[in-house]
T-cell receptor
Framework: DQQVKQNSPSLSVQEGRISILNCDYTNSMFDYFLWYKKYPAEGPTFLISISSIKDKNEDGRFTVFLNKSAKHLSLHIVPSQPGDSAVYFCAAQGFSTSGTYKYIFGTGTRLKVLA | ETGVTQSPTHLIKTRGQQVTLRCSSQSGHNTVSWYQQALGQGPQFIFQYYREEENGRGNFPPRFSGLQFPNYSSELNVNALELDDSALYLC?????????????FGPGTRLLVL
């Protein structure tokens, strides 16, 4: 039961162009969404997040969009740089039926920015 | 401010054995979460501890257990190891529970069960 899905396992983008990474979720109880970036041999690093009460959050070159009706979020990177090449995970947080937190990660999208 | 560290970096065990993985959180972080990341998959939430009490749990059997200590260190224990337990185990610390709190991940422990 994959509640958070990243349907594109990989994406290649030319340097300077926009990278768009997509994520779909199934559980409407999620109240917070996050994007993480992961380089090889390192743990994931927090990138940007969005609360379920917002539809957009921007931080420098990174913008996350949330479409609650479609249960879809996307990460836009503009302009893309070679150093952005990494695996990107989207994650959702919400309360389980027991009232405690639960965190669900997607399977990741490998972004390659070509110089 | 030191980052999140994990030990050991790599470990090989045989089926049926028990293993203890360790994590040292950032100083002042009262929350630690553990994740299992199988090859080609995203991290799967195992459980979270807040102030030494389990605060949330994913779909993992009871043979996965944890401890959190007052000195910001924590352990993940896995009993009766199975081949499918082979994965990268990540711990992440944060000030408080909740998605709005940034989680800081360690580099992980890679466990191989033969």
């Amino acid at each position: 039961d994959q509640q958070v899905k990243q349907n594109s396992p990989s994406l290649s983008v030319q340097e300077g162009r926009i990278s768009i990474l997509n994520c779909d979720y199934t559980n409407s109880m999620f109240d917070y969404f996050l994007w993480y970036k992961k380089y090889p041999a390192e743990g994931p690093t927090f990138l940007i997040s969005i609360s379920s009460i917002k539809d957009k959050n921007e931080d420098g070159r990174f913008t996350v969009f949330l479409n609650k009706s479609a249960k879809h979020l996307s990460l836009h990177i503009v302009p893309s740089q070679p150093g952005d090449s990494a695996v990107y995970f989207c994650a959702a947080q919400g309360f389980s039926t027991s009232g405690t937190y639960k965190y669900i990660f997607g399977t990741g999208t490998r972004l390659k920015v070509l110089a | 401010e030191t980052g999140v560290t994990q030990s050991p970096t790599h470990l090989i065990k045989t089926r049926g054995q028990q293993v203890t993985l360790r994590c040292s959180s950032q100083s002042g972080h009262n929350t630690v979460s553990w994740y299992q990341q199988a090859l080609g998959q995203g991290p799967q939430f195992i459980f979270q501890y807040y102030r030494e009490e389990e605060n949330g749990r994913g779909n993992f059997p009871p043979r996965f257990s944890g401890l959190q200590f007052p000195n910001y260190s924590s352990e993940l224990n896995v009993n009766a190891l199975e081949l499918d337990d082979s994965a990268l185990y990540l711990c992440a610390s944060s000030l408080l529970p909740g998605g709005q709190e940034t989680q800081y991940f360690g580099p992980g422990t890679r466990l191989l069960v033969l």
